[in-house]
């Protein structure tokens, strides 16, 4: 895994300044890209809170914290935070379940929600402290598609509803049995306006070519929707099409968290959800983004974690949903010639100024056309391609990931990621024989077994959820712990050689990264894998992309030997290899 053309791009120059001397080196940039980011943010707040169950305002107030204080303080240069697709299927969740708790109350079950957020926020923050940022490295690349995958599934279907005028089922699989009849009810003025933001989402890009840069496609949908929406509604005294609903009194824009239910057992469920889901997609975002920034400037990822914990509870205790770093704005930013986190806080900036001096603009706005573009963001997340893309890495990949989505979309979230989990740590068992903390293979598939049994009685057949999850965490710490990965670090003057020996698995890459990110800069250094008894594709992929920032970083290289006594599981270049 040679790396001598990584350093190939074009000389950027010093990287940008940063905080205050690089608001006056990078303003021309920034403010545009700001502004920009806020013509592409303001509708997707508004549709994301709408389809998450809150009031439109919660993804306003979310995007402003989290580009203002999340942009401030946070670990990453270019990254955008704010409400996310990848957070709505958990805030709705969420948000039904409090409703239940509030006894049918929508505004007590908001309320309750927020406690929700904030505590979650504060365990980021604690979980930032504890230096917890490389835990995106415990998840198999194949699951985590899979989770994300399985998000947009769902808000495809459920906003499929709202495009259509017509009320969705509460249940995944009554959706979908649902979509015919909702498509020969739907109302016609709702579904011509869904159809057409689904349209622009996806050509206007191709139809206003370079003018798209400055005129995003969801502000596209909004010039072309709101007339229309008002030329349908006339005047009716109830809208034909329904409408966003956004207080035009600045004083009834916050709202705050009530705790008295914060201790019930869907509460702790859902803080569970929202700290490993937004805490996961925010650093997969922030890594993402570190190898589209130009400077390639590497992001600190424990700050990352304990300041989008911060801006979360902040946003939660005046009435916001969820934030994380968000990979389509994120990479807009860039595109459009952001330099530094200046951007992000221009951003929520501009979201401020807009819902306090025009707030009436907003309720203008129809749902369908929200609904609309979620379509099109929950087709990207889910979009055949990906599919196709793991399946190439191996049909064992692949069966994770479709359990993953299947779990996701037909139970919960964190239900369908544990059988992500569960089966990949099941089959590197088989795969890596007796060469785990047990001693034994089959003694070590046995008690995994037990725990998938009883994790599935638990939360499908007693519904006794958080015991279930308790169990989840167990047998995953459990799975993390038993395989023996060796690893010995050899320095000969300008050579490093890092020997690997036992099962190399994903279980074992936060022990992994931190010992490669200890290794001195600009070495010779060699990965043996001669001693190991397997690597699987996710430890693969990360060692290609690590070796790839040492060599940019530092001027060295990296590689890997010792393969040749190892065959691949297909032919795909990063494959699991298992000794021969």
């Not at 603009?361 to 963001?377: C, E, Y």
């Amino acid at each position: 895994m040679a790396n001598s053309d990584t350093n190939t791009d074009l000389d950027m120059g010093d990287p940008p300044k940063d905080y205050v001397s690089g608001l006056f080196q990078n303003a021309k940039f920034d403010v545009m890209a700001g502004f920009i980011l806020f013509l592409v943010a303001l509708p997707l707040s508004l549709a994301i809170a709408a389809a998450s169950g809150v009031p439109a305002v919660a993804g306003l107030i979310t995007a402003i914290v989290g580009g203002i204080i999340g942009g401030f303080l946070g670990g990453s240069y270019v990254t955008i935070n704010g409400p996310a697709a990848g957070m709505i299927v958990i805030v709705l969740g969420c948000f039904e379940a409090m409703r239940e708790l509030s006894g049918g109350d929508p505004t007590l079950a908001y309320q309750y929600l927020l406690a929700v957020g904030v505590v979650a926020g504060l365990i980021q923050i604690l979980l930032g402290a504890m230096r917890a940022g490389p835990m995106t490295n415990v998840f198999p690349f194949s699951v985590v598609e899979g989770m994300i995958a399985g998000i947009g599934i769902i808000i495809m279907t459920k906003q499929l509803f709202v495009a259509l005028g017509v009320k969705a089922p509460k249940k995944m699989f009554d959706s979908f049995l649902a979509i015919p009849d909702a498509v020969v009810s739907a109302a016609p003025q709702a579904a011509i306006i869904g159809a057409i933001a689904v349209a622009l989402m996806v050509y206007w890009p191709k139809i206003a070519g370079p003018l798209a840069k400055f005129i995003p496609p969801p502000l596209a949908i909004m010039a072309v929707t709101i007339p229309l929406a008002a030329f349908f509604n006339g005047g009716a005294a109830e809208p034909i099409v329904a409408l966003v609903k956004v207080p035009t009194d600045v004083s009834a824009i916050v709202t705050t968290p009530n705790f008295e239910m914060i201790l019930h057992s869907a509460s702790i469920l859902f803080v569970v959800s929202f700290v490993m889901v937004g805490s996961l997609e925010s650093l997969l975002t922030a890594v993402a983004i570190e190898k589209k920034d130009p400077w390639k400037r590497r992001n600190n990822m424990n700050r990352e974690l304990w300041s989008k914990g911060i801006a979360n509870s902040g946003a939660a205790f005046i009435g916001g949903i969820p934030m994380i770093a968000e990979v389509v704005r994120s990479s807009t930013n860039i595109m459009v010639g952001a330099r530094t986190r200046w951007s992000n806080i221009f951003h929520g900036s501009f979201i401020l100024l807009f819902l306090v001096a025009l707030p009436f603009v907003l309720n203008m706005i129809p749902l369908a056309a929200l609904a609309g573009m979620l379509i099109v963001i929950g087709f990207r997340l889910a979009h055949p391609s990906i599919f196709k893309h793991i399946a190439e890495t191996g049909k064992d990949e692949l069966v994770f990931m479709i359990a993953t989505v299947l779990g996701v979309v037909f139970v919960d979230l964190l239900f369908g990621v544990f059988c992500g989990m569960w089966l990949s740590i099941a089959l590197n068992a088989v795969r890596a024989g007796n060469a785990n903390r047990f001693g034994s293979g089959p003694l070590f598939l046995a008690v995994h077994a037990v725990f998938a049994v009883a994790v599935f009685y638990l939360f499908i057949g007693l519904e006794m959820k958080l015991e279930a999850i308790g169990l989840m965490i167990v047998n995953v710490v459990m799975g993390v712990l038993s395989f023996k990965t060796g690893l010995d670090v050899e320095e000969n003057g300008g050579d490093v050689n890092v020997k690997f020996s036992g099962p190399v698995v994903f279980t074992s890459l936060i022990t992994v990264r931190s010992a490669l990110d200890k290794l001195p800069e600009g070495k010779t250094v060699t990965l043996d894998m001669s001693a190991a008894n397997m690597v699987d594709h996710t430890v693969r992929e990360k060692l290609s992309d690590i070796s790839e920032e040492y060599a940019r970083g530092t001027g060295g290289t990296m590689e890997v030997i010792g393969t040749d006594r190892h065959k691949p599981t297909n032919d795909h270049k990063l494959a699991t290899l298992v000794a021969t």
